[in-house]
């Protein structure tokens, strides 16, 4: 069976300083991936998606990049977090108009 | 342009009864549609789908209903139980160009099942 995960849980962070969030995925081969963010309150916003090894595509331009340096592995970054960057992050797995499974998520507070 | 709309933010019903759930889309090239389920600081769970050929699903507890005129989808539970508290996030996708690789959500609606 599959299986995602996603680390840190929690993250708490100065303003200013980067960020690295982790997604591995287990038990498929060749997945779409995918990087949410839901912010207090909101809905889900789909911010990267990748559909192979070093191919990304950025949904909402922002403070945020994404890398996809293996086939089971993707990454959210950004070099200087902005207060606006809190929010719960979630990784998905998923194929061409399937079911989207998703991680346990990432809660990041930047203060 | 909020394509996918949950216009009720939240719902409360009572054990045993039926919770229905609604949600509303914009784009008539969405043809798969889902509903997840998301307790507080964990990922969202698949619940149920349903492709537009069909009008009906159903998977236990879980019903959802289609209606294409209408733009219309709605989740049911029935009975409703306690453990069904949560967010339900409505999704939808299209299977045209390079847009059958994303899901997009409604805001969700809070659901909570009094005992």
């Known amino acids: 069976s599959q299986t995602i995960h996603q680390w840190p849980a929690t993250l708490v962070q100065p303003v200013g300083s980067p960020l690295s969030l982790e997604c591995t995925v287990e038990g498929t081969s060749n997945p779409n991936l995918y990087w949410y963010r839901q912010a207090a309150g909101r809905g889900l916003q789909l911010l990267f998606y990748s559909v192979g090894i070093g191919q990304i595509s950025s949904e909402v331009p922002q403070n945020l990049s994404a890398s996809r340096p293996q086939d089971r592995q993707f990454i959210l970054s950004s070099k200087k977090l902005l207060l606006s960057d809190s929010g719960f992050y979630l990784c998905?797995?998923?194929?061409?108009?399937?079911?989207?499974?998703f991680g346990p998520g990432t809660r990041l507070l930047v203060l | 342009d909020q394509q996918v709309k949950q216009n009720s933010p939240s719902l409360s019903v009572q054990e045993g009864r039926i919770s229905i759930l609604n949600c509303d889309y914009t784009?008539?090239?969405?043809?798969?549609f889902l509903w997840y389920k998301k307790y507080p600081a964990e990922g969202p769970t698949f619940l149920i789908s349903i492709s537009s050929i069909k009008d009906k699903n159903e998977d236990g507890r879980f019903t959802v209903f289609l209606n294409k005129s209408a733009k219309h989808l709605s989740l049911h539970i029935v009975p409703s139980q306690p453990g069904d508290s949560a967010v339900y996030f409505c999704a939808a996708s299209s299977n045209s160009g390079g847009s059958n690789y994303k899901l997009t959500f409604g805001k969700g609606t809070l659901l909570t099942v009094n005992p």
């Open positions: 784009n008539s090239m969405f043809d798969y």
């Open positions: 998905a797995w998923g194929r061409i108009q399937e079911t989207q499974y």
